[in-house]
């Protein structure tokens, strides 16, 4: 799982997090982004250390690229999984406009058995 990149739109920046702990003074942002997908995601990134202060330079609705790790970790029997940022940019416009992902789904279709894609059905999911 390298090089992992999540571009969308910062939603909201939630409260900052600090403590001390037996290696020294910490401090933990996480904020929530949305995809630009057909089916918008949302999505809870955290940031630590300097990478807070970073954040600070982006205000919800811009678009921003975001390299992640996702890690998961058990504790008492139950998993968590984290989704830290470790470098995030504004998104190029270049970029956001090769999001589009849209292609036109061509009418009366019946290339896969069972299903159809005409715009009689407009509107409904197949699940």
Not at 76 to 94: E, G, L, P, Q, V
Request: proline fraction near 4%; charged fraction near 25%; aromatic fraction near 8%.
């Amino acid at each position: 799982m390298n090089n992992l990149t999540i571009e969308g739109k910062l939603v909201q920046i939630l409260p900052l997090q600090e403590g001390n702990s037996t290696r020294g003074a910490w401090k933990k942002q996480d904020f929530i982004m949305e995809t630009t997908e057909q089916y918008p995601k949302k999505v809870c990134i955290s940031c630590w250390g300097e990478k807070v202060d970073e954040l600070q330079k982006f205000q919800p609705n811009e678009t921003l690229s975001v390299a992640i790790n996702i890690e998961s970790r058990e504790y008492n029997s139950k998993w968590y999984t984290d989704i830290k940022a470790w470098k995030m940019d504004r998104a190029s416009n270049t970029t956001s406009a090769n999001t589009n992902t849209n292609t036109p789904i061509q009418k009366d279709s019946d290339d896969i058995v069972g299903m159809s894609f005409s715009s009689d059905d407009e509107g409904d999911l197949p699940f």
